[in-house]
């Protein structure tokens, strides 16, 4: 059964601080992974997929790399701003069309 | 714009009541997904379907059912809610089989059952 760690749990860093957040996932056989951004009381908000063939993939300041074979993805985020606080969610996607998540990793940026 | 709409944001309900939540997507998905979310728990996949009329149970079904009679409209059904039941309610979409299958999700029902 495919199991999604993200560690840590928080992480309360200055503004301006480069950061990077980690997902883990016990199987390899993925078709993509998704991470997403979630405000308190709101819905998710996706920002980056990778497909399985996919190494990485950019959006503005935030770079998402994906490691199939060791089962690692990394969140890059560059010149953290108070507006990046946040929880934030990755997920794997496999033959079954559906998505397991990770608990979250809630991102505190400090003026 | 992909959108996912859900009919409430917010939803007070007394126990024993029926309850119907309803999610609507414009992006012609054939995948349509709901979740709840509780604290410490993370999100956990309630129901998903895959076509109109075809449902699959998720990892927790039990006191709940689903209606999918349109494509893009995707029904949470709690028979007689209990207070248990109360939580964060999201709804997703997603194409279906394709690598680039991305997941949008609504804006979330925050559902208090008294």
């Known amino acids: 059964k495919q199991e999604v760690t993200q560690i840590p749990a928080a992480l309360s860093v200055p503004e301006g601080e480069n950061l990077v957040l980690n997902c883990s996932f016990t199987d390899s056989a993925i078709y993509n992974l998704q991470w997403f951004r979630q405000d308190p009381g709101k819905g998710l908000t996706s920002l980056l997929l990778?497909?399985?063939?996919?190494r990485e993939q950019t959006s503005g300041r935030l770079n998402a790399s994906l490691d199939k074979s060791s089962g690692r993805s990394t969140l890059y985020i560059a010149a953290s701003q108070p507006g990046d606080s946040a929880t934030y969610l990755c997920a794997v996607i496999g033959g079954s069309e559906k998505l397991v998540f990770g608990k979250g990793m809630k991102l505190t940026v400090n003026p | 714009d992909v959108k996912v709409t859900q009919s409430s944001r917010y939803l007070v309900k007394r126990t024993g009541e029926k309850v119907f939540l309803e999610c609507v997507q414009d992006?012609?998905?054939?995948?349509m997904f709901w979740y709840r979310q509780d604290p410490g728990l993370g999100l956990r996949l309630i129901y998903f379907?895959?076509?109109?009329?075809?449902?699959e149970k998720g990892d927790i079904p039990e006191g709940y059912s689903v209606s999918r009679e349109k494509k893009e409209r995707f029904s949470l059904i709690l028979e007689s809610a209990s207070t248990n039941q109360t939580s964060m309610y999201l709804c997703a979409s997603s194409f279906i089989g394709r690598e680039d299958n991305e997941q949008f999700f609504g804006p979330g029902t925050r559902l208090t059952v008294l």
């Open positions: 379907s895959y076509d109109v009329k075809m449902k």
């Open positions: 990778i497909q399985s063939s996919q």
């Open positions: 992006m012609d998905h054939e995948n």
